[in-house]
Structures are given as C-alpha cells and as structure tokens.
Nanobody
Framework: QVQLVESGGGLVQAGGSLRLSCVAS????????AGWFRQAPGKEREFVAA????????HYADSVKGRFSISRDNAKNTVYLQMNSLKPEDTAIYYC?????????????????RGQGTQVTVSS
C-alpha cells in the first residue's frame, strides 16, 4: 500500500511560481510511475504531468508545457511539480497519483494510489 501526501499549494499572484511536493510512504517508490492531475470548480479532473519510475520520461498537458516541470527524488520518495508563470486558469485542487508500473500515464483511472489534494489559487 502506498500513501501519498501533497503539500506546497497556496495563493499566488498571476505570473508567480509554486512548487508542489508529493511524499509517498510504503514500498520502493522508484517502482511506481507518478502523475499530477487537477480539478477546478465545476470542471472535470484533468491531466497535468506524469513521470516514469526512473524519472527519465515525462509527459505534460499542452496547457502547461513550458511552464510546469515534473521531477522526482526516489531517495526521498518524493515527486515535485514546479509551476511557473501561473495563470488564474491554473486555479484548482492538485492531486498526486502513483501507479504500479514504471510507465507514466495521463489517464487518472490508470493510477492505483491517489492523494487528498492541495489547493492552488492564482489571483489576477
């Protein structure tokens, strides 16, 4: 069993930056691909970014390419989401997820473990 705890959310002005962290407990984290998803009020959950178990392969939604960066430190069982040039439309609850595969996925249903989420609010 893997438990995921996100942190790093908050209120930031448009153009600012935040770094989200997701700490995993349980088994060897390098065996799990991980991803970030988000859900804004009144909208469906959407894919943001994903990373393979090794960290060598990453994927991004078109809406965040060039602004967000996903990375991981398997020695610390942690996945990060660096968010730069934030926009009001990035406002959402951000969720971390992990799957029992080395291969990253942009599909929420492909993930076996999910965190409780952290709120990110970007003011204009």
């Amino acid at each position: 069993q893997v438990q995921l705890v996100e942190s790093g959310g908050g209120l930031v002005q448009a153009g600012g930056s935040l770094r989200l962290s997701c700490v995993a407990s349980g088994r060897t984290f390098s065996s799990y691909a991980a991803g970030w998803f988000r859900q804004a009020p009144g909208k469906e959950r959407e894919f943001v970014a994903a990373i393979s178990g090794s960290g060598h392969s990453t994927h991004y939604a078109d809406s965040v390419k060039g602004r967000f960066s996903i990375s991981r430190d398997n020695a610390k069982n942690t996945v990060y989401l660096q968010m730069n040039s934030l926009k009001p439309e990035d406002t959402a609850i951000y969720y971390c997820a992990a799957r029992t595969s080395l291969i990253a996925s942009g599909d929420w249903s492909a993930y076996d473990y999910r965190g409780q989420g952290t709120q990110v609010t970007v003011s204009s």
